[in-house]
């Protein structure tokens, strides 16, 4: 699983992988935009209709701006019953609608406000207000519901698109029939657009957790054979000699594996993820016997923070294979983890022959046979950000360090 020579495979993950950021920094940046934009646009509303006004225009602009916000959390899962209920609350304050619904397709998500009591999730949308077509925002000034105690009168339907596509449909609606002015399309224009937006960002987020299973996957199919040979070649060869031993190896290594090719979430402790490591170095030390020094030294306050599965493993096979497997007399190989105080820095050394700059710039690249390296660099940018990730040091007397940070905390991130 160490990085090496150049491969196809590893140039296209690496590019996708950068797609994907790029596509979820500049998403951002458009939420940001909406966010202010939509409040603004709603608080402007919210002062300048005076029958509506109750609050001094500062007041009502935070409201609009705490509305905007508060959808944040729920549609950043994206666009489904159980987000766009309470979505469908907020979206009702920030536009100053009289009630408000949320559609997928044909179909009515969520459904706040007045007439209520007839109107409901699981509705066509058609009965309550035909859409418009692609992009087009539609006003509805006169509504003709067949419930005559319906209070509703007139209504704006603008689209929510992903990646250009009409995906649904946010509908404010009026008590008042022909009431719709254009400062009230404008402000359910813009928060159409910021649901669309967090709609595009919630598909980002699955992509980018498909890509890390994905990628995930690639590395499991990359668990050295050369490892599980040497693994129970040493495992029986205690078996007549030591087989208290040899039942003891066998048992680790039959966790490992299996800690290896669970099918969980992506994501473990860093406590979790350094006691598998210790039972791949258990084996690896019934292989090499004294040849194989161990010394881990980590900061209690780190052990919490939540790490990408076999993200440390890969790195001290690394150090394993070129700072000891090559060398008659063996080598050291020290695990070192540091509390920075927001973030978190793991150090996998060895005192081996080190490692040219070319070669480290390639193997974080991915572009090897083996892709450990460049697989736990990729991994941890997609999940943190591109100010983590891995890097590669020689030491001053010889040998290789690879260095990991990652935050102590990220939103949305658990361990499994």
């Not at 699983?1 to 150049?6: F, H, N, T």
């Not at 609350?89 to 920030?94: Q, T």
Request: hydrophobic content about 45%; overall charge neutral; glycine content about 12%.
């Amino acid at each position: 699983m160490s990085g090496g020579s150049g491969t196809t495979s590893g140039r296209r993950r690496a590019l996708r992988w950068l797609s994907s950021r790029r596509g979820m920094d500049v998403a951002l940046g458009v939420v940001l935009g909406m966010v202010l934009a939509a409040s603004l646009w709603a608080g402007w509303r919210l002062v300048a209709a005076p029958r509506r006004v109750i609050d001094p225009g500062s007041v009502a602009t935070q409201g609009a701006v705490h509305a905007a916000i508060s959808l944040l959390p729920h549609l950043r899962r994206g666009l489904a019953p159980e987000t766009a209920q309470p979505s469908a609350a907020h979206l009702r304050l920030l536009t100053g609608a009289d009630a408000v619904a949320l559609a997928d397709g044909d179909t009515l998500l969520a459904f706040d406000g007045a007439g209520d009591g007839h109107h409901r999730a699981g509705d066509p949308l058609a009965a309550l207000a035909e859409p418009g077509r692609g992009d087009d925002v539609r006003v509805l000034r006169r509504l003709d519901c067949p419930d005559p105690g319906c209070p509703l009168r007139s209504a704006i339907v603008a689209p929510l698109l992903l990646q250009g596509e009409r995906a649904g449909s946010l509908v404010a609606l009026y008590e008042l029939p022909g009431r719709v002015r254009v400062e009230e399309s404008r402000v359910v224009a813009e928060a159409a657009a910021l649901v669309s937006a967090m709609i595009e960002l919630s598909e980002l987020d699955a992509q980018g957790e498909r890509l890390a299973r994905a990628e995930l996957q690639a590395l499991r199919a990359q668990i050295s054979p050369h490892f599980i040979y040497n693994a129970l070649t040493a495992v029986a060869s205690f078996i007549h000699s030591r087989p208290e031993e040899a039942r003891e190896l066998l048992g680790e290594f039959s966790e490992f594996i299996r800690y290896a090719f669970a099918r969980q979430r992506p994501y473990v402790s860093l406590a979790d993820e350094l006691q598998y490591v210790e039972k791949y170095l258990r084996l690896e030390q019934a292989r090499f016997g004294e040849r194989l020094r161990v010394r881990v030294r980590v900061d209690p306050e780190v052990l919490q923070a939540v790490v990408p599965v076999l993200s440390v493993q890969p790195l001290v096979e690394n150090a394993v294979r070129h700072g000891v497997e090559s060398r008659p007399g063996g080598g050291l190989v020290e695990i070192l983890g540091r509390d920075l105080g927001a973030d978190v820095e793991l150090r996998v050394c060895d005192d081996g022959e080190g490692i040219d700059p070319e070669r480290a710039r390639r193997a974080l690249a991915g572009e090897g046979p083996g892709i450990g390296l460049g697989n736990v660099h990729g991994r941890l940018q997609s999940t943190f950000g591109r100010s983590y990730g891995l890097g590669i040091e020689n030491g001053g007397n010889g040998g290789t360090t690879v260095v990991m940070t990652l935050p102590k905390f990220r939103a949305g991130v658990r361990a499994a």
